[in-house]
């Protein structure tokens, strides 16, 4: 389930690393879910099938935000994207607005995926979606 944010909710995207960082105006956000896989111990004489807690899936994150720069060549969007494409490992931090409070939600995890901008209304934004798998 998305969840909508308020308004002057940021999220900023960063290599691993600090070598460079990108803040994006985010409208909604849905939340991984991890899981935890179970691996079966069951011998041939079991008469009762035994598992044991195995990996743990961090799952993914997705979250939707809005170009606030339609330049091509600059704007966030073809930021990402590159990101996507050269597999660069990326932290997101989730910042609700306000002066005290701190991120909300920090994954470190890769793009996976990113949706084309919807095009809605003439002074409607132009929203796109991204989503991390999440590995940390």
């Known amino acids: ?3 909508v944010l308020p308004s002057g909710t940021t999220a900023t995207l960063t290599d691993v690393g ?11 956000i849905t939340g991984a ?30 979250f939707e935000c809005y170009l606030d720069d339609t330049a091509t060549a600059t704007n ?6 590159a990101r ?7 932290v997101l ?7 005290t409070i701190d991120d ?9 995926e990113v949706t084309d901008p919807q095009i809605a209304l003439g002074d409607d934004v132009l ?5 991390m798998q999440v590995s940390a």
Do not use: C, W
């Open 1 to 3: 389930m998305a969840y």
């Open 18 to 28: 600090g070598a460079s960082s990108i803040t994006l105006n985010v409208t909604s």
């Open 33 to 62: 879910t991890r899981s935890q896989a179970m691996a079966e111990i069951t011998g041939l004489g079991d008469s009762v099938l035994k598992r044991i807690p195995a990996r743990i899936d961090p799952g993914t994150v997705s």
């Open 76 to 81: 966030h969007l073809t930021v990402i994207k």
């Open 84 to 90: 996507q494409t050269n597999k660069t490992q990326t």
């Open 93 to 99: 931090n989730l910042d609700l607005p306000g002066s």
């Open 104 to 112: 909300l939600l920090d994954y470190t995890g890769y793009i996976m």
């Open 127 to 131: 929203r796109f979606t991204v989503t």
